[in-house]
C-alpha cells in the first residue's frame, strides 16, 4: 500500500436514523422506473416490482452479517467484499466494489434530469433541463463535501417530507374509497412473441429492470463505519428501509394502479398523481404530487454521491484502486476524490440524456455488486466458521441470499439481451474497468516498493483471450442476427446464448484467474520465504550444534499458515504447504531441546570430571559423552530429514502430477518455478544435512578407484542448459583419463558447487574453462576458471565460510552460502586441498589438487547395488507400494495411472502387505520404512527370508537419507534406495531397471 495511502479510522457522527435517510434515496426508485415497466410488461409489472422486493428480503440478512463482521469499514456491502475475498481473489474483490459503484452513477443523473424535468415544467421554464440536472448534481456533490453529518441532516428532511406524502398517497385513497380494487389486481404481461419462451423473457426482462431498484435499501449499510453504534443501529437502518422499500414497491404502485390505471402512470407522475392526494389536499393535490416527485428524486441524487463514493475510497484503502481515491478532507472526513469522480461520471450520463441502454448497462454490473456479497458471507460460512460474527443470521437464511443471487442472475441472461448489443458491450466495459484500475495500483505499489515490473501475467492473458471471445462472439451474434427477420424467438434464443457467453467471460476473464493467480502468488511467495529465510535459520542453528556451539544452536521459526482456499491441486499443495511449515517449527523446538540436551551431557561430564581421581577416567567419561552426544545430534538430523522430506515429497509430488495436465505456458511457468524453489529447497536440506555430517563425521569416508575426467564431464553435461540459459560458455581441456583415489558422492558435491557458482556470478557472453593434469607426485589438479565478477581481496578470506555471501544476498543471484563451504570439507575428506586465486572485474580461478590412486590408503570398496530379475510376463507388471500416509499413496498412483505398462496395488501398512504376499506375487515392491505398525527395515528382512519372496526386487521409498541406513538395507538386498521427496524420472529409472 502507498505510504500516502493510509487508512484511519472515520468519526462516528451519525446515528441509524441518519443511515436509514440516506438509503431512502435508493428505495424510492420505483418512481423513476414504474412508467416503463407499465410500458413494456403491462399492469404485470406490480407482482414484478413486489418479487424483486421479496428477493431483496431474502439476502437481506446475510448482508447484515457481512457487513458487521467489518463494523470500522465504509462503502457497504460491495466494499465489505474487500476483506471477505481477499483469501481467494483481490480480482473478485474489485470486481464487487467497483461494479457496484457503476450501478448507482445512472441513478444519480436519472433522478436528477427526472426533477429538473418537472421543475422546469412547474417554476423553471426559462431555464433547461439539462442545466437544472448538473446544477443539481453539483449541489448533491456539495452538500457531501460538508460531509456524511450534513448530508444525513438534509436526507432526513427530505425522507420525513416525502416519507409523509407517500403515506399519504397510499392510504389517502383507500379510507376515501376511490381505490378500484379489481384494476389494482388485475395483471396483465405484454410478451414479444406468443408462448412459453416469450412469457419467460418478458418476466425476466421487467425482473432485470426491477432489480436495479428494489435492492436499493442495502444502500444503509454505506455508512457503517461512521454509525455511532453500529451494532445496535445497523440493523435497524437496513430493517426500516426495507419497510420503507416495501411502501414504495407494493403499497403505492397497487394503490396508484388502483386509481389511475396503467396510462396515467406511464407519463409524466407529477402531473398524474393528483388524484391520489385529491382526498386530503384539494385544490393543492397537483402540487403536492409535484413536489412529491421532486423531493423523492432530489433525494435520489444526493444518496450516490453518499454511500457509493465511499466504496471508492475503501477499495483505494485496500489496496484495490488508485490511492488518490482514499483522499479524505481533514475537516470534514469527505472522500473528496471519490465524490468529484462520482459527481463527473454522473453530470457525463446526465448530458447524454439518461439513455435507457446506459441504464440497462449499469443495471448489469449493480447486479454483480450485490449477488457477490451473498456468495462472500457463505463462502466465510463455509471456510471460516469461527470468525467472530456480532451478528448472525438464523440458519437458512444465507442460503436464502444465495438463491436470491441465481434468480438475479437468471434475469440476467433471460432479460438483459432485450436492450441490445450496444447495452451488452456497455456493461461488460464498466465491469471490467475496475479491473484497469487495480492493475494501475499493483504496478504503483510494486514502483513504490522498489520491484520491478511485470511484464506479463496469468491474469493479463486470460482476461485478453476472454476479450477476444467476446468479440469474436459479438461479430458472430451480429453476423446471424442480421439474416433473421421474421422469427422472434430465434431472435431472442441468439441473444440470450450471447448474454450468457458476455456473463462468462467476467467470470473466466476476471475471477478465475485472480484466483488462480492469488494462489500461485501466496505458494510462490511463501515457498521463497521458507527456503531463503526459514530453513536458512534452521540451518545455522544445525551449523552451530554441529561446531558446538550451544549458545548458538537455536532457530527461530514462526509458523504462519499459508490460506489458500482453492480444491483443486493448488490448494492441496498449500495444505501440504502448511504441514511441512508445521513440521518445520517442531524441528526448531527440536533443536533447542537437543542443544538443552547436549548442555546437560557436557555439564554432567565436567562435574563428573572434577570428581574424578585420575585423568584416564575423566578423557575416558569424556569420550563416552562426545559419542552420545554425537548419537544424538545424529539421530536428531536423520529426525529433521524424515519430517522435512515428509510433506515436501506431497509439494514436489503433486506438483509434478500438475505439470503433466494440460496446462497454458503462463500455468506451466508457474508450475514449474514452484517445482524449481521446492528443488532448490530439498537441495538445501541436503547440503545442510551433509555438512553437518562432515562436520562430525566419525568415521573415514569410503574411497574407491575413479575416473575424475568421467565426473567432470558428467557434471558438464548437467550443467550445460544452465549456461546456454546464462549465456555462458563451457570449456574444458581434460586428458581422457585421471585416475585417482576418491568418493564419488564427494567429487559430484566438488565440482557441481564449483561450476555452478563459476556460471551463476558470470557475465553474459563470458566462459567457463576446466582444465586437469597430472602433477609430478602422481595427484591430479584441477583448475576452473571464469570470467566473472571476481572476488574483492578484504572478504576473500571468508570465501569458504558457512552461510556467508560475501554480500551476493543483495543481488538478484539466488543461494544460500553453504555450496563452497561444503565443497571445501568434501575436499578434505578426500585428503586434497582447494585454492582460490580472484581478481575483481577479470574473475576467478579455483584449483582443487587430489590425491592420485596410490597416495592414499585404500579404503572398503563401496558394495554394488543387488538386482533380481522380475517377471517376464509380456502383460502389464505388478507392483506393491507399502506406504502408511494417503498423500504419497496418491501421488504414486496418479503417477503409475499414466503408465500403461505398469499397475498399482497399495498396502497401508506391514500387516496389509504380510496379508497381500499370502495371496499374489508382485513384480516388484515398493517399501517405505516408516510404517505405523512396523518398521520397513524388518519387512525386507521377512521378504528375504521367505523363499517365495526372496527374489522379488525391493526399491526403498523413504524420507530417511542417512547414509548409513541405505547402505545397511542395500546390503541386506535392497536394489534401490530413493529418498523423499519423490523425483519421477528417477524413481521410474528405478523401477525400470529393477524390472529388466
Known sequence: MSPECVAKAHPRVINWKGASALALGGSNQSLFIIGALLAAQGTAAVPLLIGGLLLSWMALPGWLELTLMWPDRVGGIAAVCAEAFRPYSAVLANLTGVCYWWGWVPTCAVTATMAAAALHAWYLPQVPVTALALAMILAAAATNLCGVRWASRL?????????????????????????????????????????????????????????????????????????????RGQPRAMYASAIAATLYFVLLPVVWLGVLGAGPLQGDLGNALGPVFAPLFGPLARAAAVWFIVLNLLHGTLQPMSGPSRTLLQLAEDGLLPWSFAKRSARTDAPWVAIIVTAAAASVVALMGAPVWVIAAANLTYLIGICLPSVAVWLLRRDDPDRPRPYRARPGLIELGLLAGAVWLIATLLGFEQYGLPTVITGLAFAYAGSVGYLWRRMRDRQAAGLPRR????????????????????????????????????????????????????????????????AASELARAASDIAQSTVAELGRGLQALADGRLESAHANVEYHALQVY?????????????AMSAEIAAIAHSLDEAREGVARSNQELLAYAEKQAGLAEAELEARRSTEAANRAKSAFLSRASHELRTPLNAILGFGQLLQMSDLDDQQRASVE????????LRALIDDLLHISKLQGAPEPIPLTELNLSRSIRSA?????????????????????????????????????????NAIKYNREGGSVSVRGEIRADGSVQITVNDTGVGIEPDVLHRLFSPFDRLGAENTSVQGTGLGLALTKQSVEALHGEITVDSEPGVGSTFTVALPGPTSVPAATQVPQEQHYAGSTASAARRLLYVEDDPVNQEILARLVARRDELE????????????????????????????????????????????????????????????????????KGAVAYHTKPIRFPELLGEIKRALS
Not at 392510504?171 to 410478451?191: K, N, Y
Not at 482453492?566 to 495444505?575: P, V
Not at 518455478?673 to 532448490?680: A, C, H, I, S, V
Request: charged share 20%.
Open 455 to 518: 511484464r506479463s501475467s496469468l491474469h493479463g492473458k486470460l482476461t485478453g483471450s476472454m476479450l477476444a471471445v467476446i468479440a469474436a462472439d459479438g461479430t458472430g451474434y451480429l453476423l446471424a442476427i442480421t439474416q433473421i427477420h421474421h422469427d422472434p424467438v430465434l431472435k431472442a434464443v441468439l441473444q440470450d446464448i450471447f448474454v450468457a457467453v458476455a456473463v462468462l467471460t467476467i467470470t473466466v476473464g476476471l475471477v478465475l484467474p485472480g484466483m488462480i493467480g492469488q
Open 904 to 971: 498399482l496395488d497399495l498396502a497401508g501398512s506391514a500387516e496389509e502387505a504380510r496379508a497381500y504376499f499370502s495371496d499374489r506375487t508382485p513384480d516388484l515392491v515398493l517399501l517405505d520404512l516408516n510404517l505405523q505398525d512396523d518398521d520397513g527395515e524388518i519387512v525386507l528382512d521377512d521378504l528375504r527370508k521367505d523363499p517365495a519372496t526372496s527374489r522379488i526386487p525391493v526399491v526403498i521409498v523413504s524420507a530417511d537419507a542417512s547414509e548409513e541406513r541405505q547402505q545397511r538395507l542395500l546390503d
Open 566 to 578: 482453492s480444491r483443486d491441486e493448488l490448494g492441496e499443495m498449500a495444505r501440504s504447504f502448511n
Open 155 to 231: 436526507a432526513q428532511l427530505m425522507a420525513a417530507a416525502s416519507g409523509v406524502l407517500a403515506l399519504i398517497s397510499g392510504i389517502a385513497p383507500v379510507l376515501a374509497g376511490t381505490v378500484d380494487w379489481h384494476r389494482a389486481t388485475s395483471f396483465h404481461l405484454i410478451t414479444p412473441f406468443h408462448g412459453a419462451f416469450g412469457t419467460a423473457t418478458a418476466l425476466m426482462a421487467g425482473l432485470y429492470i426491477v432489480g436495479f431498484a428494489a435492492p436499493a435499501f442495502e444502500a444503509a449499510a454505506c455508512h457503517t463505519g461512521e454509525m455511532r453504534d453500529p451494532l
Open 673 to 680: 518455478q514452484l517445482l524449481r524453489g521446492g528443488d532448490r
Open 716 to 756: 558438464l553435461s548437467l550443467l550445460k542448459p544452465q549456461a546456454q540459459a546464462a549465456g555462458v560458455s563451457l570449456v574444458s581441456d581434460l586428458p581422457r583419463k585421471l585416475p585417482i583415489r576418491g568418493n564419488l558422492e564427494q567429487l559430484n558435491v566438488i565440482f557441481l558447487n564449483l561450476l555452478t
